[in-house]
Structures are given as structure tokens and as C-alpha cells.
């Protein structure tokens, strides 16, 4: 089964995109072991929508579609300047942390807790799209 919530990309709603997912994967029985790993991935992806995709006077907007089955499946769309996450340099580990930027690691947990990040550009939209499992996914070796 699917949902729908589109609401304003703006940080103040970080709390309602929240709730919507949370709501759906208590009401569909998900794990409640993997929640959290969940949660904070929406929680980074929706922030990042909303601080950074429109121009700082241009109203924006995210539709996130939830799929619950054997895996959580959250998509993101947004009308906004067209960037691929997955595509950003990694975040520098290894240097101290006092000289290290700022930002980066978002999309590093995001793609270390959920067993699946995609991203494409289709329709002028960004969708970026993750998921995780019940089970285990098998590590290729």
C-alpha cells in the first residue's frame, strides 16, 4: 500500500514528515528495531530538501510517497535544483575533526543505515529513493 504526503519544503515541517512515516511504519507493523535508522535517513533527506533545493524567496514543495511490504520504500520528489546526493564527494574521515568541512556526512549515514539509496532526475523533478528491508541484505563479496 502506498500514502502520499506533499507538503512545504521548508525546516519547520521536518516534525510532520516525521510523524507521517513513523505513523505509517507503526500502523504496517515495520520493525520497530529499524525505525530509528529510518527516521533519521527521512529526517537528513527532508532537511536537506528543504534548506537547500529552492532559491532562498521561492516557495517549494516535497511529495514523499511511503510503500510498506517486506521493505520500507520513502521517495522524495521536489521541483528543485536538479542535484544527485550520490553523486557529492564523500566526507573526508580521516583528517582531524577541527579541520574537516562542514557537511557531508548526511548522505554518508543515509547510505550506511538504508539497504538502498537511488536517485534520478525525471519530469524536472529530483526523486531520490530509499529503502530498507526486514531482512538482512545479502552482501555481495
Do not use: C, W
Not at 74 to 81: A, H, N, R
Not at 84 to 95: I, K, M, Q, R, V
Not at 108 to 115: A, L, S, V
Amino acid at each position: 500500500m502506498m500514502v502520499t504526503l506533499n507538503i512545504k519544503a521548508n525546516p519547520d515541517f521536518t516534525g510532520k514528515v516525521m510523524d507521517f512515516v513513523n505513523n505509517e511504519l507503526i500502523q504496517h507493523d515495520f520493525p520497530a528495531e529499524l525505525l530509528p535508522e529510518i527516521l533519521i535517513a527521512v529526517e537528513e533527506v527532508f532537511v536537506n530538501i528543504a534548506s537547500y533545493a529552492y532559491e532562498p524567496e521561492e516557495e517549494g514543495y516535497v511529495r514523499i510517497i511511503v510503500t510498506i511490504g517486506d521493505k520500507a520504500v520513502i521517495q522524495f520528489e521536489d521541483s528543485g535544483q536538479p542535484f544527485n546526493p550520490l553523486e557529492s564527494a564523500g566526507p573526508d574521515l580521516d583528517s582531524p575533526i577541527m579541520e574537516r568541512d562542514i557537511g557531508g556526512l548526511g548522505i554518508h549515514f543515509i547510505k550506511n543505515m538504508m539497504d538502498e539509496v537511488k536517485y534520478q532526475y525525471a519530469f524536472k523533478k529530483n526523486i531520490l529513493t530509499i529503502s530498507k528491508g526486514i531482512s538482512e541484505p545479502e552482501k555481495e563479496m
